[in-house]
């Protein structure tokens, strides 16, 4: 089974997930680890909560929050 990871700056913040799970934990660990963002779960979008403007739609596996980039990216076996 294929195994996955999300990262935060290049940087490992979750590991050893199958890929529904890593979709499923992304947009919160967005939320949970940049400044400014906020993840909408109705509309499945992270936005930004000064200027409302949204960076990140259901589907998108990697995302740019002001300086922060995070990815999910396959874990290499």
């Keep these: 089974m294929k195994l996955y990871k ?6 490992d913040i979750f ?3 199958t890929k529904e799970e890593a979709v499923n ?3 919160s660990a967005i939320e949970e680890r940049s400044n ?4 909408d779960n109705e509309n499945e979008t992270i936005y930004n909560e000064v200027d409302g403007r949204v960076i ?15 990815e999910i990216t396959e874990e290499n076996e």
Excluded: C, M, P, R
């Design 56 to 70: 990140a739609e259901s589907g998108n596996e990697s995302v740019t929050a002001g300086n922060d980039h995070f």
């Design 25 to 27: 934990k992304f947009f």
């Design 6 to 11: 999300i990262t935060k700056n290049g940087q």
């Design 15 to 17: 590991n050893s997930l």
């Design 36 to 39: 400014g963002y906020i993840y």
